[in-house]
């Protein structure tokens, strides 16, 4: 692939609020991947979308979302239809698996068990580590970069997904280690980071991530935003 064929943008998209975000005991009797949108969530989405069309200079883009309904139903808020030419559901940008009907109190226990063991290798009962979300985003990194290479690539890439999910890609991105992304906060509902290419054809992001836990990053891992 030649360098000029990466696209200049490539934005990551948190969905925007949804009913488990106000309510967790949803969980318990809605299958996570079935839990939609406030009607906030869906403002926040529009809000977002406007800011995302300035983004990508109201050029085309190429959409990788979570096939979960409440990030279906942020990509139809965002208001950029006109500029979407292809929206392709992509089942491993979706949400770390917890469980299936979800026990609240036993994940409220296992959240705290995480808390000790680590976010990244804790592996929640019949559900998923951060690392195995991590293997996955890996596995469609390769997909995303042969895309790339056909004729018709955008100069736009968005992904529309879910809050740890975006923290790994960018650490698979970027080679973040362990322990610096042990440190950071999901963004909020609808927000978005953006890797912007520069004139190296590397890639940096509009914004780091907020931390929750002091470390100080390395040289290379600061190096990964403006």
């Not at 309510?23 to 318990?28: A, L, W, Y």
């Not at 999910?165 to 970027?174: A, H, K, N, Q, S």
Request: charged content about 30%; glycine content about 4%.
């Amino acid at each position: 692939m030649h360098l000029s064929q990466r696209p200049l943008r490539i934005a990551l998209m948190r969905h925007g609020e949804s009913e488990a975000n106000l309510d967790k005991s949803i969980f318990e009797r809605v299958p996570d991947h079935a839990i939609p949108l406030t009607a906030n969530g869906v403002q926040q989405c529009a809000e977002t979308g406007r800011r995302l069309r300035e983004v990508f200079e109201n050029e085309p883009v190429r959409v990788y979302v979570s096939p979960y309904l409440r990030a279906l139903q942020t990509l139809d808020a965002l208001g950029l239809d006109d500029l979407i030419g292809l929206a392709r559901e992509e089942p491993r940008l979706r949400e770390q698996d917890w469980a299936n009907y979800q026990d609240s109190e036993d994940i409220e226990r296992q959240q705290v068990l995480r808390d000790s063991y680590g976010h990244f290798f804790y592996r929640f009962t019949h559900g998923e580590s951060g690392s195995d979300v991590y293997d996955r985003v890996s596995s469609f990194l390769e997909t995303m970069h042969r895309d790339f290479e056909t004729a018709d690539s955008p100069r736009n890439v968005l992904l529309v997904s879910h809050g740890l999910t975006m923290r790994l890609f960018c650490m698979r991105w970027f080679h973040w280690s362990v322990k610096f992304f042990e440190t950071l906060r999901n963004p909020g509902n609808a927000e978005t980071r953006v890797l912007l290419r520069q004139p190296d054809f590397r890639y940096k992001l509009d914004r780091p991530f907020e931390q929750w836990t002091e470390y100080e990053p390395t040289e290379r891992e600061r190096s990964a935003w403006l």
